[in-house]
Antibody, heavy 125, light 111 residues
Framework: QVQLQESGPGLVKPSETLSLTCTVS????????WSWVRRPPGKGLEWIGY???????NYNPSLQSRLTISVETSKNQFSLKLTSVTAADTAAYYCARLSRVATVSNYYYHSMDVWGQGTTVTVSS | DIVMTQSPLSLPVTPGEPASISCRSSQSLLHSSGYYYLDWYLQKPGQSPQLLIY???NRASGVPDRFSGSGSGTDFTLRISRVEAEDAGVYYC????????FGQGTKVEIK
């Protein structure tokens, strides 16, 4: 049973860098896409981006200029770095696995089928 | 960017009664494969989101058959045939055609 666990500071100062790590246990990080999603307080879910185990990435255009997602296969971990944070980046951050749930006309379709429990990050001085 | 709009934003439901949530996209979600690139997720109170439906109408593994998804083009619907107390939470549609975008969420409250 694959499990994901987010870790990182719960408090970050404005203008600094938010750094989170997701550790994958019970399975390999290889062969999958891995994603980050957040939910600001009182708001809905926002997709942040994803990374393939080989390192290819796809980012939310609204965050792209501040965002880096990386993977460390030897540690079975992937990470998120968001620079120049403001109060608007305060949220619960979730990591998730993107699994191939279907093959349609020679295309692979992926959905987020395993999620971490989430970690709350507050941006405040 | 594809914008996703859900309605209603709040939905009180009585156990045993049906419920439906609408999701509209700002452009067609039809992929060249012939399938509609849309997922539905549920976030129960205090829990992480969970996948309910993929490719607009396919139930994810372990999802009860009282949940169904339908739709085409830009209009999609999630239906619950008979609501149970455990179905309370916030439901999100998400397009996967161009990167990914969630709808605002629909909060389902059990009366």
């Amino acid at each position: 049973q694959v499990q994901l666990q987010e870790s990182g500071p719960g408090l970050v100062k404005p203008s600094e860098t938010l750094s989170l790590t997701c550790t994958v246990s019970g399975g390999s990080i290889s062969g999958y896409y891995w994603s980050w999603v957040r939910r600001p307080p009182g708001k809905g879910l926002e997709w942040i981006g994803y990374i393939y185990y080989s390192g290819n990435t796809n980012y939310n255009p609204s965050l792209q200029s501040r965002l880096t997602i990386s993977v460390e296969t030897s540690k079975n971990q992937f990470s998120l770095k968001l620079t120049s944070v403001t109060a608007a980046d305060t949220a619960a951050y979730y990591c998730a696995r993107l699994s191939r749930v279907a093959t349609v006309s020679n295309y692979y379709y992926h959905s987020m089928d395993v999620w971490g429990q989430g970690t709350t990050v507050t941006v405040s001085s | 960017d594809i914008v996703m709009t859900q309605s209603p934003l709040s939905l009180p439901v009585t156990p045993g009664e049906p419920a439906s949530i609408s999701c509209r996209s700002s452009q067609s979600l039809l992929h060249s494969s012939g399938y509609y690139y849309l997922d539905w997720y549920l976030q129960k109170p205090g829990q992480s989101p969970q996948l309910l439906i993929y490719l607009a109408s396919n139930r994810a593994s372990g999802v009860p058959d009282r949940f169904s998804g339908s739709g085409s083009g830009t209009d999609f619907t999630l239906r619950i045939s008979r609501v149970e107390a455990e179905d309370a939470g916030v439901y999100y549609c998400m397009q996967t055609l161009q990167t990914r975008t969630f709808g605002q969420g629909t909060k389902v409250e059990i009366k």
